[in-house]
């Protein structure tokens, strides 16, 4: 858009082309200053004629899988209100009909690795690509077979064609059991791991053009400004045992929850009771393990959502 300044009682157009360069008065000198918005007084009302950069209100979802997309021109900054990877599937529970201690219950899938809140530079005009994991499946184990794994959640990253590496989160791990038998020993029970999370370096400070102060933001998934880290180890949590285990013949035990994501602020999927399917995952968080003889389940897909800023 083409500007014009009234210069000894004849308006001329300001144009980069022709080197033309225009100055705006900052105090008591003329100061090379980017200009942000641009105000026209029209019948006694100002009106607004350019504005640099407007932060958008709402947030783009990147779906699953790869995504690329462009940084606009005029951003300098990308928002992820909420990013994760995904959730770790879950195993079955085991009967033991003949074994020596009784049943067993299904542990949990671990979470993946997650952002809120947190804002990265970027730069205007270079392609993004974003990866969005996806839970991982429950375990199969059919007939008596008492070795088994469920699938791990896979990662979610982003990354740019000038700036590089952003951010890469891990999904949590399934969980698994390994060395049973119908007539016993009892199998050994491993939970899934949590994902971990490799974050290059973000803003602590900072206001957009609009006038936002970046430390306010806080609607992502963790509710505060700036978190991010690892998931979280599926349940039971301390490393493999036969647990979740009930003595007995035919006796009841439940499945284990799996692991929270979100720094605790998504649940886990809910154990099932003896007999029941464990709860799927949700947003990364980990599967939660079958009841007694019951199935396991999946973790939570991953997701990310963003927008765009230009820090003044």
């Known amino acids: 858009m083409p500007i014009y300044v009234k210069d000894g ?18 105090a008591t000198s003329f100061t090379n200053k980017t200009i942000v918005n641009t ?8 009106r607004t004629v350019f504005t640099l950069f407007d932060t958008p209100t709402s947030f783009t979802e990147a779906g699953s899988g790869t995504t690329n997309f462009a940084v606009p021109a005029n951003a300098n900054a990308i928002h992820i209100q909420q990013a994760v990877g995904g959730g770790g599937g879950s195993m079955n529970g085991l009967g033991y009909d003949k074994g020596p201690d009784g049943e067993q219950g299904g542990r949990g899938g671990g979470s993946g690795g997650y952002i809120s809140d947190k804002v990265f530079t970027v730069t205007g005009g270079e392609t993004l690509t974003a990866i969005v994991g996806t839970g991982g499946a429950n375990g199969a184990n059919s007939g008596f077979n008492y070795t088994g794994a469920a699938n791990p959640g896979t990662v979610t990253s982003l990354s740019g064609s000038s700036t590089n590496a952003i951010f ?45 102060n970046i430390t306010s933001f806080n609607t992502g998934r963790a509710g ?12 039971p949590s301390g490393g493999p045992s036969k647990q979740p285990l009930c003595n007995g013949d035919n006796c009841n ?32 968080s ?19 959502f963003y927008r765009f800023l230009r820090i003044a």
């Open 286 to 304: 980990g599967a939660g393990g079958g009841g007694k003889e019951a199935a396991g389940n999946t973790g939570g897909a991953g997701e990310m």
């Open 39 to 46: 105000y026209i007084k029209d019948g006694g009302v100002w």
């Open 224 to 235: 505060s400004f700036n978190s991010g880290g690892n998931g979280a180890e599926g349940l």
């Open 253 to 284: 035990i439940a499945g284990a929850a799996g692991g929270n994501s979100y720094n605790g602020n998504v649940a886990g999927g809910a154990g099932g009771g003896s007999g029941s399917t464990g709860g799927v995952g949700n947003f990364g």
């Open 9 to 26: 009682g004849t308006f001329r157009e300001i144009s980069s082309s022709a080197g033309s360069q225009l100055y705006v008065r900052d």
């Open 168 to 212: 890469s989160l891990a999904g949590g791990g399934g969980s698994s059991f390994s060395g049973g038998g119908v007539q016993g020993p009892t199998a050994i029970q491993t939970s899934g791991s949590a994902g971990t999370a490799t974050i290059g370096t973000s803003l602590s400070t900072g206001t957009t053009v609009d006038g936002d």
